[in-house]
């Protein structure tokens, strides 16, 4: 069965109508049942990683997309750290320098694509290129309207090559955001994430909000979902990662490979 979160292939996507605030059957994060089955699925996502890489044939591209403040830091923190880095490395991307500026939008990206056996994470992507760039109107409209297709072709490559693509929007409210945003100004632990530009992009939330509907509705594809992950809750969005993270790599079902037939004749002196 198709997850809750997941957008259909096809299916406009109206962010008004998806709760930032969303908490499903839990009351809270001191729920004892929030705790087992965060730890549960953790644990399924460490067990199977190790299976995945064993295999060595498939591989998982986990994308975080989100508005600043929306929890991509905290989500990597908290649920990509049942990861062993063995096998996995995590990607942010931030302003293009000039030399990626220089080539094609997917150029800097698809050399940070996981190898088979491994998982990666990025921290924003290609996204930023249909978003951020198109609110922020850096390249013509004719050029990021074509982009849609362009990732929608890109992800195919990677997925007929036994890559997955698993796509979260970590959805936060406004007025949460404004909250998180005081909270980095306050707490000097967290201030050197406070950038003044965040404000500028801030005012713009609707074009943002724009913007995220079109991708989430034109890059949702079999090959590649976008998952909308209700976020004003840090515990419920951990929660929610947490379990399409296991579901999709039991749906992967990577294996171990057979022994060496030969093995049985092996001494070790
Ligand atoms: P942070 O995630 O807080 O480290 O910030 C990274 C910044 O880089 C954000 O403001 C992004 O919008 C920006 N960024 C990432 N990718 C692009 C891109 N392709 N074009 C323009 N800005 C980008
Ligand atoms: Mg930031």
Not at 12 to 27: C, I
Not at 47 to 62: S, V
Not at 172 to 201: G, M
């Amino acid at each position: 069965m198709a997850h809750p979160f997941m957008v259909a292939p096809g299916q406009r996507v109206s962010l008004a109508k998806y709760d930032p605030d969303f908490h499903g059957e839990y009351a809270s994060k001191d729920d004892l049942a929030v705790v087992e089955k965060l730890q549960a699925d953790l644990r399924a996502v460490t067990e199977l990683q190790e299976k995945l890489y064993a295999e060595g044939k498939q591989a998982l591209l986990i994308i975080l997309q989100g508005m600043d403040a929306a929890g991509k830091d905290g989500t990597i923190k908290h649920v990509m750290a049942a990861l062993n880095p063995l096998s996995c490395h995590v990607v942010g991307f931030k302003q293009p320098t000039s030399e990626e500026l220089a080539h094609d939008f997917l150029w800097r990206i698809h050399q940070h694509a996981p190898a088979k056996g491994h998982i990666a994470v990025f921290n924003r992507s290609h996204y930023e290129d249909v978003i951020v760039v198109r609110v922020k109107g850096l390249v013509s409209e004719k050029l990021w309207r074509g982009r849609y297709e362009h990732i929608n072709a890109f992800e195919k490559l990677l997925a007929d090559n036994g890559t997955r693509v698993v796509k979260f929007f970590l959805h936060i409210s406004r007025d949460e955001q404004r909250r998180r945003l005081q909270e980095r100004l306050a707490d000097p632990t967290k201030q050197w994430k406070f950038n003044p530009e965040d404000l500028r992009e801030r005012e713009r939330w609707d074009e943002y909000m724009a913007a995220y509907e079109d991708a989430l509705s034109l890059c949702s594809t079999p090959w590649a979902p976008w998952y909308v992950v209700p976020a004003n809750h840090k515990w419920y969005r951990n929660l929610v990662v947490a379990d399409i993270l296991a579901q999709t790599l039991r749906d992967m079902n990577p294996q171990y490979p057979p022994p060496r037939p030969d093995l049985g004749r092996v001494q070790i002196k």
